[in-house]
C-alpha cells in the first residue's frame, strides 16, 4: 500500500533548463509535506517543505506546488545544475495516527553538462 | 554542532547473528524515526520513537526487530537472527518535538548479511 508514489525512476535534463518531479499521494489527511535529496552513501538531506494550506513554496532555485485536489505536488529546479544530481525524495505527513512521515520511492534526476 | 550520528557506517553480519545500529540525534531532539532503504528501492518507514516511549512500530517486522530510545544514550535498533534479506542501508532521522517540522537524517548504516 504505497501511499505516496513517485512514478518516474529516473528523469533527464540538460544544464540550465528546468527539472520537474513529481509525487502523488492517496492519503486526503496528509497536509505536509517536504522534499529530500539523496546522494549515494550519504543520508537524504531537506531541501524544501510546503504545508496544505499554501499551493507554492519557492527557495532560491527550488519551488514546490501542490495541487490538493488532483493530490499531487512537484518540485521544480530552474536552473538545474550537474550538482543536483541526486535521488529526490518526497515525503507526507498525516493530520492523525501518530504523525509518522511516508516516503515516496524516489526519483534519479541526472542533469547534462 | 553534530547532526544525527550513526555508528557503524558499515555492519558485516553472517546469517543468525544480531546486528545492532545505534543512532544519536541532533541535540535537543527527542523525536527518532527509523528507515529502511533496500537496494533500488525507496525509504520505508520501521519505527518512531520518542524518549522512553515507542510512538508507532508499524513498519516494523513483529518478529526479529525492535527500537528503543532510553532516557540517556543513543536509540537502538535491533535484529535478531539476521538473515539476506535484511542487507539494506538503515536510516535514523530525528526532529525537535514531532510536529510540523522537518527531519535530520544520518549518514545511514549499511548492513551486509553474508
Known amino acids: 500500500d504505497q501511499q505516496v508514489k513517485q512514478n518516474s525512476p529516473s528523469l533527464s535534463v540538460q544544464e540550465g533548463r528546468i527539472s520537474i518531479l513529481n509525487c502523488d499521494y492517496t492519503?486526503?489527511?496528509?497536509?505536509?509535506f517536504l522534499w529530500y535529496k539523496k546522494y549515494p552513501a550519504e543520508g537524504p538531506t531537506f531541501l524544501i517543505s510546503?504545508?496544505?494550506?499554501?499551493d507554492k513554496n519557492e527557495d532560491g532555485r527550488f519551488t514546490v506546488f501542490l495541487n490538493k485536489s488532483a493530490k499531487h505536488l512537484s518540485l521544480h529546479i530552474v536552473p538545474s545544475q550537474p550538482g543536483d544530481s541526486a535521488v529526490y525524495f518526497c515525503?507526507?505527513?498525516?493530520?492523525?495516527?501518530?504523525?509518522?512521515?511516508?516516503f515516496g520511492t524516489g526519483t534519479r534526476l541526472k542533469v547534462l553538462a | 554542532n553534530a547532526g544525527v550520528m550513526q555508528n557503524p557506517r558499515h555492519l558485516v553480519r553472517r546469517r543468525g547473528q544480531e546486528a545492532r545500529l545505534r543512532c544519536s540525534p541532533m541535540?535537543?531532539?527527542?523525536?527518532v524515526y527509523w528507515y529502511r532503504q533496500l537496494p533500488e528501492e525507496g525509504l520505508k518507514f520501521m519505527v518512531y520513537?520518542?524518549?522512553?516511549?515507542?510512538?508507532?512500530e508499524s513498519g516494523m517486522p513483529k518478529e526479529r526487530f525492535s527500537a528503543e530510545f532510553p532516557k540517556e544514550g543513543p536509540s537502538i535498533l535491533r535484529i535478531q537472527q539476521v538473515v539476506r534479506g535484511d542487507s539494506a542501508a538503515y536510516f535514523c532521522?530525528?526532529?525537535?518535538?514531532?510536529?510540523?517540522?522537518?527531519?535530520?537524517f544520518g549518514s545511514g548504516t549499511q548492513l551486509s548479511v553474508l
Open positions: 532521522a530525528s526532529s525537535p518535538q514531532g510536529g510540523y517540522e522537518k527531519l535530520f
Open positions: 541535540k535537543g531532539h527527542s523525536h
Open positions: 520513537l520518542q524518549k522512553e516511549n515507542i510512538i508507532d
Open positions: 492519503n486526503s489527511m496528509f497536509d505536509y
Open positions: 510546503i504545508s496544505s494550506i499554501k
Open positions: 515525503a507526507a505527513r498525516g493530520t492523525s495516527g501518530t504523525y509518522k512521515y511516508i
